[in-house]
């Protein structure tokens, strides 16, 4: 299993990888904002956590569909399926590979941007704290699109639109408790709890559910 | 010896009544196999005769209509699925174009462990005994379809599988690449394992039983 991490983690950062995609894509989304919003600095840092956010949710989204389409289309998807590791498991280690290559560089790269929206550190620190929480829990339903998606040529658009009900109340549990953070009467705790409570949730379902879709996808 | 032999003989694929269906159609009906340690079975017929489709029911990718595939030796537990103990070859080679080599050979033979019963060898062995043993160091992708298929090959032999399901195995390779492909695969015969092969080309394995696929087209307009 570790050795599917390291493969997973060394092919997100090789060429193709979608690693960085995912982390440019971020920085344009976020960048354009103030350019589209104008110079208006304290609108800017109003809306700030939920742009980055957004931002985050997208560019989440944008590689998911790869997740499991590449090792189906050079047949490694047949020998992970047939193999004595539960799929559960199996699933579960590509999510936290995918999360390591592609979810936490946006977490990472969130303060600068941050800086561009002129957030205060405390809401930097929110937003960045909130989007380490909550990005798993992206990538975990995701992967039930994905799979669900594995066999579609050009299933990319169809994965985002299948997942993003689901990945609503992370956007809004998210973004909720990042402005608690900054805005004095709410109270930061019981949204980002809910936002803990999503991800482990999802930790559970999302690779429950991509292994039976994987099982059945059978062709 | 006489303990090795039984240990041997006790290993057997068994595949009964086995039928499948591929959207509405019936593709075979009613095939039944039963292989033990040292024997293969080579499947042969016209394309679309469901030579593939069988070999990827028998490895658990596809849910057979009818029928069962049994898998029982002496050291595996009651309940292990047959896909467990077989390596499967398709017709794609399930290795990372971005990764080199050694890097994809050390990934499966990692991921896959050796079943009871054997040991797989090292990824160097492993590409030497394919014949590139010194190309470890590039990316898959660098290499020629044949060069590749030979990789793919040489992932049989990195972990332990005593059932090898092998889907043309020798497409894209050069006359001297098919002559070692057979000596590989009789080898793995004469340790007592058990190969289940499609083909066009006559392989020339040693005592290989044949089936003769015929495929069952009109099935489907009879259900009507």
Not at chain 2, 190 to 215: C, F, S
Request: aromatic share 6%; glycine share 12%; with cysteine.
């Amino acid at each position: 299993m570790t050795a599917l991490l390291l493969r997973d983690l060394k092919l997100s950062v090789r060429a193709g990888g979608g690693a960085l995609i995912g982390v440019l894509f971020f920085m344009t989304v976020v960048a354009v904002i103030p350019f589209g919003v104008g110079p208006d600095l304290n609108l800017l840092s109003r809306i700030g956590p939920a742009i980055v956010w957004i931002g985050a949710l997208l560019s989440a989204l944008l590689g998911l569909d790869r997740l499991f389409q590449t090792e189906r289309e050079d047949g490694s998807l047949d020998l992970l399926l047939m193999q004595e590791h539960p799929l559960v498991l199996t699933v579960l280690v590509k999510c936290l590979a995918h999360w390591l290559g592609n979810g936490l560089p946006l977490v990472i790269a969130s303060p600068l941007l941050g800086l561009f929206m002129n957030m205060d550190e405390v809401a930097i620190g929110a937003t960045m704290l909130t989007l380490l929480v909550g990005t798993p829990a992206l990538t975990f339903i995701g992967a039930v699109g994905a799979a669900v998606a594995v066999a579609l040529p050009r299933g990319g658009l169809l994965v985002s639109i299948l997942v993003l009900p689901l990945a609503i109340p992370v956007l809004i549990f998210g973004v909720s408790a990042s402005y608690a953070a900054v805005e004095d009467p709410a109270p930061f705790m019981p949204p980002f709890l809910i936002l803990v409570a999503i991800t482990m949730f999802f930790a559970v379902l999302g690779p429950l559910g991509a292994a039976l879709a994987l099982r059945n996808a059978g062709d | 010896m006489i303990k090795i032999l039984m240990k041997v003989s006790s290993m057997r694929l068994l595949a009964e009544n086995l039928s499948a269906r591929r959207g509405e159609d019936l593709i075979f009906t009613d095939i039944s196999f039963d292989l033990g340690a040292g024997e293969s079975l080579v499947l042969t017929g016209r394309n679309g005769s469901g030579k593939s489709t069988l070999l990827r029911v028998v490895a658990g990718l596809l849910h057979p209509e009818t029928g069962r595939v049994v898998w029982t030796s002496e050291s595996s537990e009651s309940g292990m699925r047959a896909a467990e103990a077989c390596h499967y070859l398709g017709h794609r080679n399930a290795m990372k174009a971005e990764l080199t080599v050694a890097e994809n050979l050390a990934f499966w033979k990692s991921f896959f462990g050796d079943v009871d019963g054997g040991k797989g060898i090292s990824p160097a062995e492993a590409a030497e005994t394919v014949g590139l043993g010194g190309i470890l160091h590039l990316p898959f992708g660098y290499l020629s379809a044949g060069q590749q298929r030979r990789m793919a090959f040489a992932k049989l032999l990195v972990a332990y599988r005593p059932v090898w399901i092998l889907d043309e195995p020798t497409a894209a390779l050069d006359v001297n690449a098919e002559g070692a492909f057979t000596g590989l695969i009789n080898a793995h015969l004469a340790a007592g394992g058990i190969v289940l092969a499609a083909t066009h080309q006559p392989l020339g394995l040693e005592n290989a039983r044949e089936l003769q696929m015929t495929g069952f087209a009109g099935v489907g307009e009879e259900r009507w």
